[in-house]
């Protein structure tokens, strides 16, 4: 059961990160760009990686386990991302989630980013 009092004990580090920041301010959501292109499915195509993506982080070795990414999800919703819509708010949440725990740098993050970026500005 998912209580503040759980969340608490996690002590969820809710400080803002740069690059996330970022995202949240400027970046498009999926019902922006669906009324721009004119797709009618309501649900983005990088959302089943994500699904997976958190999946994946609670198996095995538990880098995230299910539960815990849960809570701080749920905590960085109220805390940083509550204007977000869902499912952007949960990619931000599980970015934010991983970074922390040093998965990954922000330095790798926007790195990523400015690939995807390249890739899509060739067509």
Request: hydrophobic share 35%; with cysteine; aromatic share 6%.
């Amino acid at each position: 059961m998912n209580t503040n009092h759980d969340a608490e004990k996690l002590d969820v580090d809710v400080n803002p990160i740069q690059t996330l920041e970022h995202v949240r301010e400027e970046g498009r959501v999926w019902g922006d760009l669906c009324e721009q292109y004119g797709v009618t499915n309501p649900d983005p195509p990088w959302k089943i990686n994500l699904e997976a993506t958190c999946d994946v982080l609670a198996e095995g070795n538990c880098a995230l386990p299910a539960l815990e990414r849960r809570w701080e999800e749920d905590e960085l919703s109220e805390d940083l991302y509550a204007e977000v819509p869902f499912p952007e708010r949960q990619l931000l949440a599980l970015a934010h989630s991983m970074m922390k725990r040093g998965l990954f740098s922000e330095d790798e993050l926007a790195e990523q980013m400015k690939k995807v970026q390249t890739k899509l500005n060739m067509v």
